[in-house]
C-alpha cells in the first residue's frame, strides 16, 4: 500500500538539515575563487546534491498517478554555476530536470510535440495558470525568428509579463512565418535557494505534475493524428 504523500514528506524532515549543509557547501565551493584544491571535495558534495535531486523526483514521480514509467537512476549534468538532475518519461521520451543555477532551484521541461499548441483546449492552459502559484514560472524562448516578417511581428506582439502569451505569440509567428515551432521552447518553475525543503517538495510535486499533464496531452495528440495517419495509409 503506497504512504500518503503527507506521510513521505514527513519521513523527510529528518534529512531537511543534511540536505541544507549540502546546499550551503555546494554554493560555497562553486563561487570560491581558489586554484582547484577543493575538486575532490566539490565533486563529492555534487553528488550528494544529485542524490537529493534525484529523491525528489521519486517523490514527484511517485504522486501523481501517472501511468509512466522512468528511467531511474536519474543522469546527471553538470555546468557552469550550476547543475541539474534528470529523468525521462518513458511513455512520451520527454526528459525532465531539477537543478540548481546561482542561488536558484529550477524545475525544468521542454514542450514536446508543439505543434499541437493549435489543438489545445481550456483545461490544457488551465495548467499553465496554476504553473504561477507554486513558484516563479517562466517561458523560455528556444526557437527564434530570423526573417524580417516574424522580426516586424515581434515587435508589435512585445510583451514581458505574460509568459502565456509570449508562448502563443511565438508559436503562432514561427508556425507562419518560419517554417514551424519544433523547438519553440521550454517552462521552467524556479524557488530561491532559502525556500524551505517542505515548500519546495510540495510546490515542486505539484509543479510537475502539471508540467507532465502539459506534455502528456501535446504528446496524445500527437499520438492520436499519427493513428489516423496510418489507419488512411492502409
Known amino acids: 500500500m503506497k504512504v500518503s504523500f503527507e506521510r513521505h514528506l514527513e519521513s523527510l524532515f529528518a534529512r531537511f538539515p543534511e540536505w541544507d549543509d549540502n546546499l550551503r557547501t ?5 563561487y570560491r575563487d581558489d586554484d582547484g584544491d577543493d575538486l575532490d571535495e566539490h565533486v563529492q558534495v555534487s553528488l550528494r546534491v544529485h542524490n537529493i535531486f534525484e529523491t525528489l523526483f521519486k517523490v514527484f514521480t ?7 514509467t522512468w ?10 554555476f550550476g547543475q541539474q538532475t534528470i529523468v525521462q518519461s518513458e511513455k512520451m521520451g520527454v526528459r525532465f530536470d531539477f537543478g540548481i543555477y546561482h542561488n536558484e532551484l529550477f524545475l525544468h521541461s521542454d514542450l514536446s510535440s508543439p505543434f499541437y499548441l493549435k489543438s489545445m483546449d481550456d483545461e490544457f492552459w488551465s495548467h499553465f495558470i496554476a504553473l504561477k ?9 528556444n526557437a527564434v525568428p530570423s526573417s524580417n516578417e516574424a522580426n516586424m511581428a515581434m ?4 510583451n514581458t509579463k505574460s509568459s502565456i502569451f509570449q508562448l502563443i505569440r511565438n508559436y503562432i509567428i514561427l508556425e507562419l512565418y518560419e517554417g514551424g515551432a519544433a523547438d519553440i521552447g521550454a517552462l521552467e518553475i524556479k524557488w530561491p535557494v532559502t525556500e524551505s525543503w517542505d515548500s519546495i517538495i510540495k510546490n515542486g510535486a505539484s509543479a510537475f505534475n ?11 495528440t500527437e499520438y492520436l493524428h499519427s493513428g489516423s495517419r496510418k489507419r488512411l495509409r492502409k
Open 62 to 68: 511517485a504522486y501523481g498517478e501517472f501511468k509512466d
Open 210 to 220: 502539471h508540467l507532465y499533464r502539459i506534455n502528456y496531452m501535446l504528446y496524445r
Open 71 to 80: 528511467d531511474f537512476p536519474a543522469r546527471l549534468d553538470v555546468f557552469p
Open 26 to 30: 555546494y554554493i560555497e565551493l562553486t
Open 133 to 141: 502559484s507554486h513558484g516563479q514560472f517562466e517561458f523560455l524562448e
Open 155 to 158: 515587435k508589435e506582439l512585445k
